[in-house]
């Protein structure tokens, strides 16, 4: 499975970002999507996941604020970012669960004034 993330970027705290990540290959496999995020410093974390069944789970910091989805006839999974903070700033990554663990290439979201 390969994983391409598109739509990081630059955004004043408030505002908004979409986020989207499209799947290739053996895609029939994947049962999970979501994202991950990765802060200077920092561990990388679960910001949301969606499931095949469209199942959602979410960071308890992004609750209420970011919505994840996934359209399964274009193996494309989109997380909306609302409201962002400064400590919203990270790398985010793509991520799916198809029998294994597979990673799609970072986005960096900064959030600042």
């Known amino acids: 499975v390969q994983l391409q993330a598109s739509g990081g970027g630059l955004v004043q705290p408030g505002g908004s970002l979409r986020l989207s990540c499209a799947a290739s290959g053996s895609i029939f496999s994947i049962r999970l999507m979501g994202w991950y995020r990765q802060a200077p410093g920092k561990q990388r974390e679960l910001v949301a996941t969606v499931t095949s069944g469209g199942t959602t789970n979410y960071a308890d910091s992004v609750k209420g604020r970011f919505t994840i989805s996934r359209d399964n006839a274009k193996n494309t999974v989109l997380l909306q970012m609302n409201s962002l903070k400064p400590e919203d700033t990270a790398v985010y990554y793509c991520?799916?669960?198809?029998?294994?663990?597979?990673w799609g290439q970072g986005t960096l979201v900064t959030v600042s004034s």
């Open positions: 991520y799916c669960y198809a029998n294994y663990d597979y």
